[in-house]
């Protein structure tokens, strides 16, 4: 399922609220992003953007993996996701309630 993709976003486990890498940050030029996250066990991943470095919201992302293919700002399952981030100053994925599960997230960059 994550073939091709080159940018790990997050990978462990742990308790609590964890924040992944950011992608994008110090002006840099990425208008879409497509990202796998694998969730082995349990876990929620947040799809985050922030056009200021300081504030982060939630981003709606189409779910690629599904039929009928959904927007989201989260996710429980496995999945593949894109979403348009033109204006955002970076992009992360915020991992919540991965106690007991493995999650490995990584992305690669499409505009």
């Keep these: 399922m994550a073939t091709g993709y080159q940018f790990p976003l997050f990978s462990g486990t742990g308790t609590g609220t ?9 002006g840099a030029i990425v208008s879409r992003v497509e990202f796998c996250v ?8 947040n799809f985050e953007h922030t056009v200021d470095g300081t504030n982060w919201f939630p981003l709606a992302c189409l779910d690629t993996s599904t039929t009928g293919q ?14 348009d981030i033109t204006g955002s100053f ?22």
Excluded at 98 to 109: E, F, Y
Aim: glycine share 16%; aromatic share 6%.
């Design 70 to 83: 959904t927007f989201a700002t989260s996710c429980t399952a496995s999945g593949i996701f894109q979403a």
């Design 38 to 45: 694998i969730i082995a066990s349990t876990g929620t991943v």
């Design 90 to 111: 970076a992009f992360r994925l915020n991992v919540q309630a991965n106690g007991s599960g493995i999650t490995a997230l990584a992305n690669k960059v499409l505009g």
């Design 18 to 26: 964890q924040a992944g890498a950011q992608l994008g940050g110090d």
